[in-house]
């Protein structure tokens, strides 16, 4: 048996070390684009849900415009006579609904889904809250507050909310 003289080669160890440096520097890699990617996806996440919310406030901020009379009223439900006819908009089964004459909520168009909660404030000129025994002309403002589910993550829910300001109800703030 002939000796080896030239040892220009790896040990076993010094493999085994190159192998475990470099499977460490891939799980850091591959943690650093997961979190990239999660990053990504809540950053997308939000946009579709203010996307949302915008349409479905620009919605009711519409038909809110064009309140001529308010003849029934709750926290989370307005009837109301425009110059589109009578209108419901109203909470139902975590959707924000729209409904025309004496069609019921629930079997309304949805305006947005994934809602928590809706609530309407309605204001006078002076910022009291306005009654429907009240004069329709002293309603100058409706706001309007509603959560979006946010079940992805744990952030709990993402509010918003709007003020509309009536035209058509010869308010004390007057008519466009």
């Known amino acids: 048996m002939k000796k080896i003289k030239n ?16 499977a460490i520097l891939a799980a850091g890699a591959g943690m650093g ?5 999660q990053g990504y996806l809540f950053a997308s996440k939000n946009a ?6 915008n349409i479905a406030m620009k919605r009711i901020t519409l038909e809110f415009q064009e309140i001529i ?16 006819g009578t209108r419901n908009i109203g909470f139902d089964s ?7 004459n004496a069609i019921p909520i629930a079997g309304g168009d949805i ?3 994934e809602v928590n909660s809706l609530v309407f404030s309605f204001k006078n000129s002076s910022g ?3 009654l429907i025994t009240d004069n329709i002309q002293e309603l100058t403002g409706i706001t309007i507050f509603f959560d979006l589910l946010r079940t992805d993550v744990n952030t709990g829910n993402i509010p918003f909310s709007s003020t509309v300001f009536l035209r058509h109800n010869h308010n004390t703030g007057g008519e466009i």
């Open 7 to 22: 040892k220009n080669g790896f040990t076993l160890i010094e493999t085994i070390v190159v192998l475990l440096l470099v």
């Open 94 to 100: 975590n959707t924000i609904k729209i409904s025309e």
């Open 128 to 130: 009291d809250p306005w």
């Open 48 to 53: 579709q849900m203010a996307q949302k919310a």
């Open 111 to 113: 305006v947005i889904d």
């Open 69 to 84: 009379t308010v003849s029934d009223m709750g926290s989370d439900t307005i009837t109301f006579i425009s110059k589109y």
């Open 33 to 37: 684009i997961i979190a990239v990617t």
